[in-house]
């Protein structure tokens, strides 16, 4: 019922936006005219999508989490992976400089990070040359508000919600621009207290055991950032920026697991207490000098990044075996880029960049059994491993325009080498790789204008996904008897080509064919070990095939108080991999709207109702089951405008998690976890300034520089 309520909002609003729409203001004799410019919620462009969080009641009352699980096509699962279109390989950036964290680490970051610090969010599914090739499915591009008023700033921000469990933030940031130096500080704090429940059932021996699973989770999150720098401005046509970024934060949790099997009288209790830390911190400089020529442009960058990420856990388990887990990890991030534009003339553009990182990352991990004089490692567990990567890049791109045709072609150059070792145990021997390989990936886009407003498009590009380091590290984590994770260091980098072709109507409804093939494909995979025990690892599958139609439509007023977007998306996605000798395909074609409807009425009040339909979708080895979430808004302005309150209720119909069903070794399993996402919340913002408007030059991030810390 819930869903067909949905399914019937989503076409309503199809229906609606295809209409014409009329000028519903009379004619007026007017004295004076004010005209307030407001930037659109959703623009298309080639190869990409930007969404603007300002006028959205529900994606501007929580955190940058919030905001990309509700966007359109987008999924979060849970343990970190972001999803574009139903790929993984997704890269997230912040001001186009891309994060250093994936998996649990980024999402931490996310949540840590209130909404009301964004502007804008882009998802770029075909990236130029100018952007490192890593992610065959794309960027996703997070912009934080700008401050463009001279003289002193000041915005507060704070939520509650009430779900499961309560949570809430706060923040605060201050700007400072006066003549030649701008200085900001912006600084956050979130608590999240999280129950998660989970079942899993999984056969064996050709379905004649069962093993039945289930568990519970209270998790609490304390979570700080920050985030300073001052730009320098000697002349109008260069600026220098340094800027310190740090996010540090812990995590506890208890947890219980009841084990059972249909064929065994054993079963019992497996009881963990986890406590994680993470230290973020980046230190990075920047110079950026426009040149006399009108467009061109040179940038020059260097950033350092460090994170740590100590844990400890302790296991009971009613074997008996009890363990006590003790994790330590570092990485060192140091990247430098230049990149240089310059117009020949009025039709033609030329770009170009190099750029180097280096990553140096050391894992130890050891697990301990308790004795009569204490605790005695256990030398078949726990293992060092230490990882250096130097990653070599140039890229050269050409853009010409004439009349009706805009044309871009780049060709960028890597050079990655690759250097691991793992101190091994007693059942793993030590072990060392080395690998360097070079590539070129060629990128083409084509726009062609029938009309004002009107254009065909088309674009290719070539991109690679390299195994983030927790795939590399063969440490094995033990969640429970029966469930343990751990690396591969013989997986292979992925390589995919992409390809789009549409068409952009009135630039507002956009249509867009696309297909995509990826070898060596980077999977999560489900083996079967002794006494069935289930050992997760990444592996490269053969391919993965996607292709599919994906329609928004956006920015249609209805009526003068009402906008709506949609966005309806149907693709089919193909897996194969070989296992006991024999090709095994994993398909299905998956439906996915997502819609947004935005309601402004008189003396400052607004509203909003939205929610999205993911249809069951296939991941590797995996089959993800239907989801859904239906949110609502209310908010009104205060304080003469300058405050707002928000009133809003997420997962209203409480639809929005995961099911997931696997193929494990031939048998088959599934997995059913809920971490009731649905709440309902109050958000108070309040901004300060004093000071006048100015024009804010345009300045462009000098560092595209995407990693894979996964610890």
């Known amino acids: 019922m819930r869903k067909h309520l949905f399914l019937g909002l989503c076409l309503s609003v199809l229906v609606i936006t295809g209409r014409a729409q009329q000028d519903t203001i009379a004619d007026q004799h007017l004295k004076e005219v ?69 998996g649990q680490e980024l999402v931490n970051l996310l949540k840590s990070t ?45 939520n509650f919600n009430q779900g499961k469990r309560a949570n809430g933030y706060g923040s605060a940031s201050f700007n400072l621009r006066e003549d030649q130096f701008n200085i900001y500080l912006n600084y956050s704090y979130s608590r999240e207290k999280q129950r998660v429940d989970m079942e899993t059932d999984c056969f064996f021996d050709g379905g004649k055991d069962r093993r039945h699973q289930f568990s519970y989770r209270n998790r609490t999150n304390d979570s700080h950032a920050f985030r300073a720098g001052c730009d320098f401005y000697p002349t109008g046509r260069t600026l220098i920026g340094v800027s310190v970024n740090g996010t540090f934060g812990s995590q506890h949790e208890g947890a219980g697991m009841f084990t059972g099997f249909s064929n065994s009288p054993v079963s019992g209790w497996t009881y963990t207490a986890n406590r994680n830390e993470w230290k973020n911190l980046s230190v990075g400089a920047s110079l950026n000098q426009r040149l006399e020529k009108e467009g061109g442009e040179f940038n020059l960058s260097f950033d350092y990044f460090r994170y740590a990420h100590p844990e400890d856990q302790f296991i009971y388990s009613f074997q008996p075996d009890t363990l006590k887990g003790e994790m330590r990890g570092e990485v060192d991030l140091y990247t430098a880029q230049t990149d240089f534009t310059y117009p020949l003339n009025e039709r033609c553009k030329l770009e170009a960049g190099a750029k180097t990182s280096f990553v140096c990352i050391d894992n130890r991990a050891a697990y301990l059994r308790p004795v009569v004089a204490g605790w005695r490692p256990d030398a078949s567990l726990g293992s060092r491993f230490v990882y250096e990567e130097n990653i070599n890049a140039m890229y050269l791109q050409a853009g010409y325009e004439y009349r009706r045709l805009k044309l871009a072609a780049g060709l960028r150059l890597e050079h990655t080498h690759v250097k691991g070792n793992s101190g091994g145990n007693s059942l793993q021997s030590d072990s060392s790789f080395t690998t360097g390989y070079v590539h070129l990936f060629p990128t083409l886009a084509l726009s062609y204008a029938v009309s004002a407003g009107n254009a065909f498009q088309l674009s290719y590009g070539r991109r690679i996904t390299r195994p983030n380091y927790k795939d590399l590290n063969p440490f094995v984590y033990i969640f429970d008897d029966y469930t343990y994770e751990g690396g591969n260091t013989q997986l292979r980098p992925a390589f995919s080509d992409n390809v789009e072709a549409g068409y952009v109507y009135r630039n507002r409804l956009q249509a867009v064919l696309f297909f995509s093939y990826t070898g060596d494909a980077i999977t999560k995979t489900y083996q079967e070990r002794e006494n069935q025990r289930i050992y997760v690892t990444p592996e490269n599958l053969a391919s993965y095939m996607q292709t599919g139609l994906r329609i928004h439509a956006a920015n249609f007023s209805p009526t003068a108080w009402w906008t709506a977007n949609l966005t309806v998306t149907g693709m089919y996605n193909r897996y194969r991999w070989t296992e006991k000798g024999a090709t095994v395909t994993n398909r299905r074609f998956t439906p996915l709207l997502g819609c947004m409807n935005l309601f402004t009425f008189g003396s400052g009040w607004s509203a909003e109702v939205s929610g999205r339909y993911n249809g069951r979708m296939v991941y590797g080895q995996a089959t993800i089951h239907p989801f859904s979430e239906v949110s609502l808004g209310i908010r009104k302005k205060i304080l003469r405008g300058k405050g707002t309150v928000s009133v809003f209720v997420k997962d209203l119909f409480d639809t929005d998690h995961q099911k997931i069903d696997l193929l494990v070794s031939g048998e088959r399993g599934w997995v059913d976890e809920r971490d009731y996402k649905r709440m309902v919340g109050v958000s108070f913002a309040y901004r300060f300034s004093r000071g006048s408007d100015v024009k804010e030059r345009k300045r462009k991030n000098a560092i595209d520089e995407t990693k894979r810390v996964n610890l």
């Open 34 to 102: 004010v005209v307030t410019a407001k930037l659109p919620l959703v623009e298309m462009g080639p190869g990409k999508i930007t969404f603007r969080m300002d006028e959205s009641v529900t994606q501007s009352s929580g955190s940058l989490y919030d905001i990309l699980c509700s966007l359109p096509g987008v999924t979060v699962r849970p343990d970190g992976t972001v999803l574009l279109n139903g790929q993984g390989g997704v890269k997230i950036q912040m001001d186009g400089k891309p994060s250093a964290l994936s």
């Open 114 to 158: 209130p909404a009301t610090q964004t502007d804008k969010i882009d998802l770029i599914t075909q990236p130029s040359a100018r952007y490192d090739a890593e992610g065959s499915n794309g960027i996703i591009d997070i912009r934080t508000r700008k401050i463009k008023l001279r003289g002193m700033n000041l915005a507060l921000n704070g």
